[in-house]
């Protein structure tokens, strides 16, 4: 059973929130601001924050940026995850993974049953990694986002997790970018 590890000191890292929406503005952001306050009372860095479109090249460009400074260790993206004409958010994550994390989403589906039933299977949550940053996309629900951040996430981003967590596998995440050693 993970539990926490005293013994191991805790790692903040740096956190990007994105949004995605056509209609949220910062004053209308619930499900931003539940995952901004999460991030901060769970002793991480909030480091950036942006609402976009659901726009395929909207969401592609802010995750490339976010995902070429070397300041961001994570994204958090809240909304366009469903299976309506304008929902593209998996598509664009998935267009800039180098791996995905499946169990993420499986994961989130499995606990989410819970709470909202068969309406589970709308959801399409999906993590990755890009460039060794990891990346997330939740429901646009502010309940999803709680129960993806309580759930799963304050603990995988917690680098006193044992048996493991996300935070210890960081420095290897770029290992494949890296040049062969020469001889």
């Keep these: 059973m993970a539990r926490?590890?005293?013994?191991?000191?805790?790692?903040?890292?740096?956190?990007?929130?994105?949004?995605?929406?056509?209609?949220?503005t910062p004053e209308t952001d619930n499900?931003?601001?539940?995952?901004?306050?999460?991030?901060?009372?769970?002793?991480?860095?909030?480091?950036?924050?942006?609402i976009v479109k659901d726009e395929l090249t909207a969401i592609t460009g802010r995750l490339?940026?976010?995902?070429?400074?070397?300041?961001?260790?994570?994204?958090?993206a809240t909304g366009g995850t469903g299976v309506t004409g304008r929902d593209v958010t998996p598509e664009a994550f998935r267009s800039v993974y180098e791996k995905e994390i499946e169990g993420f989403g499986e994961l989130f589906r499995w606990?989410?049953?819970?709470?909202?039933?068969?309406?589970?299977?709308?959801s399409r949550a999906t993590a990755g990694v890009a460039g060794g940053t990891y990346l997330f996309a939740l429901p646009g629900s502010p309940g999803a986002c709680r129960d993806?951040?309580?759930?799963?996430?304050?603990?995988q981003l917690d680098s006193r997790l044992r048996p493991?967590?996300?935070?210890?596998?960081?420095?290897?995440?770029?290992?494949?970018?890296?040049?062969?050693?020469?001889?």
């Design 111 to 122: 606990l989410s049953f819970r709470t909202i039933g068969t309406s589970t299977m709308q």
């Design 64 to 76: 490339a940026a976010w995902i070429a400074d070397s300041g961001i260790d994570v994204v958090i």
């Design 31 to 50: 499900s931003g601001d539940v995952l901004a306050e999460r991030i901060a009372k769970a002793g991480h860095r909030l480091a950036a924050r942006a």
């Design 164 to 183: 493991c967590n996300l935070v210890e596998l960081m420095p290897r995440l770029r290992e494949h970018l890296a040049e062969p050693a020469r001889g």
């Design 4 to 24: 926490i590890d005293e013994s191991r000191p805790f790692l903040p890292v740096n956190i990007a929130l994105l949004t995605v929406s056509d209609t949220r």
């Design 148 to 155: 993806a951040w309580d759930e799963i996430l304050v603990h």
